[in-house]
């Protein structure tokens, strides 16, 4: 079958570094995305990772290792705005254009 | 630059109504459009997808149904509305390629 997993929740202190994790287990592989979402609001693009390694956005950062079916995306100086939830999603080159989404981890920026 | 509108925002049905909700994207040419659907606290369901005009490809077999009359127009409906048809309705768009998929900012649908 076709899987992804991220943590529910997790939690961190405004000014700190957080790291969520997204492993994955698909038939196929042709990129994985990151989205963050607001409460009540809609997904925004985040990142796009395809090839193994680092992507580096500013404050936020995206890693890939294909060989282990893992990413992880790290937020730098947090700020409160940065509560939300974080989507990990995989292009599956065999599923056309649909993205297998994971669950979404709920994150907390504490004061 | 290209935007994405859903409407309407927010609507209050009762079980057994009918539904459309739209989603138009304007600035881009034969985009990829998807609907999804998200329960409370729950992860993104993709319900349809198209990719071109009169072609759609159903997730999920149950009461909702979607059309593609325009190039960059795609719309919900159903003929009868249940109680687990209430949920957050996100109508989103890419481009062949990367396929990175941009959002509208969603319906809040609650049936009673």
């Known amino acids: 079958g076709q899987n992804i997993d991220q943590p529910t929740e997790m939690t961190a202190t405004e000014g700190a570094i957080v790291q969520i994790n997204c492993t994955y287990q698909t038939s196929g592989f042709n990129g994985l995305f990151w989205y963050q979402q607001h409460a009540g609001e809609a997904p925004t693009f985040l990142s796009y990772n395809v090839l193994d390694g680092l992507e580096e956005k500013g404050r936020f950062s995206s890693f890939l290792s294909r060989s282990k079916g893992y990413s992880y995306l790290l937020l730098k100086e947090l700020q409160m705005k940065d509560s939300a939830s974080y989507l990990c999603?995989?292009?599956?080159?065999?599923?056309?254009?649909?993205?297998?989404w994971g669950l979404g981890t709920s994150l907390a920026v504490n004061p | 630059s290209q935007t994405i509108h859903q409407w309407p925002a927010t609507l209050v049905q009762p079980v057994g109504s009918p539904l459309s909700l739209e989603c138009t994207v304007e600035g881009t040419s034969n985009p990829n459009l998807y609907w999804y659907r998200q329960a409370a606290g729950r992860g993104l369901q993709l319900l349809f997808y198209?990719?071109?005009?009169?072609?759609i490809s159903s997730e999920v077999p149950q009461n909702l149904s979607a059309s593609r009359p325009q190039d960059r127009q795609f719309i919900l409906s159903s003929k009868k509305l249940l109680l687990s048809d209430s949920g957050f309705y996100l109508c989103?768009?890419?481009?062949?390629?990367?396929?990175?998929?941009?959002f509208g900012p969603g319906t809040r649908l609650l049936v009673l």
């Open positions: 198209s990719v071109g005009i009169g072609q």
């Open positions: 999603a995989v292009h599956n080159a065999g599923n056309n254009r649909k993205l297998i």
């Open positions: 989103a768009w890419s481009i062949g390629g990367r396929e990175t998929q941009y």
